[in-house]
């Protein structure tokens, strides 16, 4: 394995899921204010994904 490949892996690893929830977010934003009827139950479950990852997370720890 090289140092870059090394580094790409870890730059994802960490910045990976932070991205991701950010994207699913905006995404849910704009489907709300675009889509209408449609866009509102998707905004809800794309702007509830970090809630759910935060309780997922939580309730992880908790019960370790």
């Known amino acids: 394995m090289t140092a ?3 580094r790409s892996q870890r730059w994802i690893a960490v910045f990976g899921a932070p991205i991701v929830l ?4 905006m995404v849910g934003l704009l ?3 675009l889509l209408g009827d449609v866009g509102r139950y998707l905004s809800w479950l794309m702007v509830g994904a970090p809630v759910l990852v935060i309780a997922w997370a939580w309730l992880r720890l908790r019960f370790r």
């Open 22 to 25: 950010g994207v699913l977010s």
């Open 31 to 33: 489907a709300a204010l």
């Open 4 to 6: 870059s490949s090394g």
